[in-house]
């Protein structure tokens, strides 16, 4: 495989070699051409400068969700878990030495360092989305009672501790940002979850749908 | 600073941003697209937005990566589009064959074929680190996501382009 992969980059280089691109000269200006021709944008949500207003708008979705979640309703059939499972367990074969956890966040993969010792014995589900048509943010980890989950990718932020209170049922108490359309929403929860019983939380227009099960 | 010194200082920015890397974008943007032309196009359009966003821009260390993130998913878009455009006109065209560029049977067609068939996202881990030979990080920049999803995309596709290549050469 590796030599076959050599072959095909010295094969891109030929080719690339021979695609006759316009000298740099010729590229730049055609680009300041056009870049002269367009105005800045109006300060941009998504992309580099994180507004007040955000700030205000996850503020109030924290005093709103910080009070718990008692709207309790049966989880929606049809999340598609299966690929994301797959990939939690191929990435905990692959990077889970002792000590270390491992987590999915939609497709991407991201460790975090377990403070307990204990075998994971849960694999825990999460998923967060803003109104209707918002961008589904879901976390999978695997975790044993008392861990706390600390992770900071692109599309999530924060920590999730986990609590077995008895013997099928679970706290996960969360407090993490959530990225949606460009924006980083708040979101602090204290939830009793169920073994073996998917909940789904709704407040405002943030959906928070959640299962554990055991491994 | 008056308006024109301060554009005439961001225009030395970007004239000298492109200068240091416009070979590395054409080379990770034609490995996806396969001809000059759109390739220029893909990063023009990348070099423009990030033009238009200049003033709130906070970041100026990484707009390399981020030009070359944009546009790679700029690239992909075109990629999908091609192949809609072929499907529409053929339908007995595979996504794959019209995905691949020209082939040399003798330099790996079928593995050509396998790197068309990956996920974007597979696509471009293999792109930027096997064929480009950006570190782990710097890959990790341009694509947006940490070191370890990286390494495990880099893995997965290598895992699939070992399967398919099995399938296609079988």
Redesign the interface.
Known sequence: ?SK??D???????R??RQ????S?AE??A???T??RQ????A??IS???FHAWHYAAAAALVLLLGVGLSELLPVRPGTGPAKGRTLLS??RH??EPDGVGVAVIN?????FERNTRKKPDSLFELSFRLGAHGQTVKIQFAAASGDLIRV???LLQGEFWVYRVEKNLFVVDSDCRVKNNGNYVSVTTFSPLPLNSPQRDELNRLTITSRVQPL | MGNQEENAGQERAFSALIDAELPRWRRVVFRILGNADDTDDAIQQALLKAWQQRDTCREPDRLSAWVCRIACNSAYDRLRERQREVRLFDEGETVAESAAPTADPELGEALETALSRLPDPLHAALNLTVFEGLSTMDAAAALGCGPATLYWRVHQARKMLNRQLKELTS
């Not at chain 1, 695609?19 to 316009?22: I, K, M």
């Open positions: 495989m076959a992969l072959r095909l980059a010295a094969e891109y280089e080719r690339f695609a006759g691109f316009r740099t590229f730049k055609e680009f300041f056009r870049a367009s105005p800045p944008a300060a941009s992309g580099w400068r191929e990435a692959l990077l497709d991407e993969v991201a460790t900071d990718t692109p």
